[in-house]
Nanobody
Framework: QVQLVESGGGLVQPGGSLRLSCEAS????????MGWYRQAPGKQRELVAT???????NYADSVKGRFTISRDNAKNTVYLQMNSLKPEDTAVYYC?????????WGQGTQVDVSS
């Protein structure tokens, strides 16, 4: 069983930056594929970025060049560095851990991009 807790969300102006953290407990995540997803009001949850156990990364086209996913296995934590934020990045951001048939989600952290 893996518990995931996201943090780092908040209100930021367009063009600003935030770093989200996802701290895992209950299991060591080094062998898990990790990902960040987001859900805006009235929309389906969508993939933002993923990182495999060997640190291969994948990004949604909408965030390429602006967001960076990384992992620190020693801290059991995954990060999402978000730069050049846009109003359309406003959403609840969720962390996901998956391995084999097991998938775990965090409770989400709100990101608001507004002037």
């Amino acid at each position: 069983q893996v518990q995931l807790v996201e943090s780092g969300g908040g209100l930021v102006q367009p063009g600003g930056s935030l770093r989200l953290s996802c701290e895992a407990s209950g299991s060591i995540i080094s062998r898990y594929a990790m990902g960040w997803y987001r859900q805006a009001p009235g929309k389906q949850r969508e993939l933002v970025a993923t990182i495999t156990s060997d640190s291969s990364r994948n990004y949604a086209d909408s965030v390429k060049g602006r967001f960076t996913i990384s992992r620190d296995n020693a801290k059991n934590t995954v990060y999402l560095q978000m730069n050049s934020l846009k109003p359309e990045d406003t959403a609840v951001y969720y962390c996901k851990a998956s391995r084999g048939y097991s998938t775990y989600w965090g409770q989400g952290t709100q990101v608001d991009v507004s002037s």
